[in-house]
């Protein structure tokens, strides 16, 4: 019991962790006064692949790169994981904390790999993770998504979108010209937050959001968007939860 609440206390410590880094970087990912965009770092953008559990799987994966900060989910496996990364110009490490998707914190993980060109000519990240509580291991490869390469703008998302999660919870939001969110869900939970462009030339959102009149769901979340094929992935934390939406026009 000691030892299950000693891992809880190193998850927790971890999520903060992870959390005061990303309050750094969302100041320089975007200035809100200036309203300048930051160039494009050398492994930023949308990567997708797979991965396997100890040769199960395999498990869909995508992943956003921000400045040295990663944004992933799966739906196959119902994770998704906030971290960090590092690159020496061939190899990456990242530390991620997983979260349950739609749910809590419940391990955290590295993944080391390599930066190559596959038979295709496309970028490729062929990596090996373990996780640090589960001990599980397994490998995951993922490949620059070209669908970054798209310009972001506020006009492009602006309108009503709505929701409804494997759990049959819909939510319902609109997106003004400035960027205001406003929706609620089918529990009565509220929603109000904002988007902002992060650079003009490429596919990714920066999203603000707090949750209200939601029981133990309240609060202030931080996370990322993109579009892709009309539908607006969204994926948004705190230190509590994870959340993730597949949000299409209505």
């Not at 797979?50 to 956003?64: A, L």
């Not at 494997?166 to 960027?179: A, M, P, Q, W």
């Not at 490429?202 to 892709?228: D, M, P, R």
């Amino acid at each position: 019991m000691v030892k299950n609440i000693r891992k809880r206390i190193k998850i927790f410590l971890s999520v903060i962790l992870f959390y005061l880094l990303v309050a750094c970087a969302n100041k320089n990912i975007i200035d809100e006064n200036s309203q300048e965009t930051i160039a494009k770092g050398p492994l930023d953008g949308i990567w997708t692949g797979e991965f396997d559990i100890r040769g199960r799987g395999p498990y869909d994966f995508t992943v956003i790169h921000l400045n040295d900060k990663a944004f992933a989910y799966s739906l196959k496996a119902k994770a998704m994981c906030l971290g960090t990364l590092k690159f020496d110009g061939e190899n990456t490490f990242h530390e991620y904390v997983l979260f349950a998707l739609d749910g809590g914190p419940f391990d955290w993980a590295n993944v080391t790999g390599t930066l190559k060109n596959n038979e295709q000519g496309q970028k490729l990240l062929a990596s090996h993770f373990k996780t640090l509580n589960g001990g599980d291991t397994g490998a995951l490869n993922i490949v620059y998504n070209e669908i970054y390469d798209q310009s972001s703008s506020l006009k492009a998302i602006q309108g009503e979108w709505g929701y409804t999660d494997r759990d049959e919870l819909t939510t319902n939001i609109s997106i003004d010209e400035k960027g205001t969110i406003a929706g609620d869900d089918s529990d009565g939970c509220e929603y109000i937050g904002y988007v902002d462009i992060i650079n003009s030339n490429y596919n990714a959102y920066k999203i603000n959001v707090e949750i209200k009149e939601c029981g133990s769901t309240n609060g202030v979340y931080e996370g990322v968007s993109f579009l892709a094929e009309g539908v607006f992935k969204l994926q948004i934390a705190n230190p509590q939860y994870a959340l993730f939406y597949a949000f299409e026009r209505k």
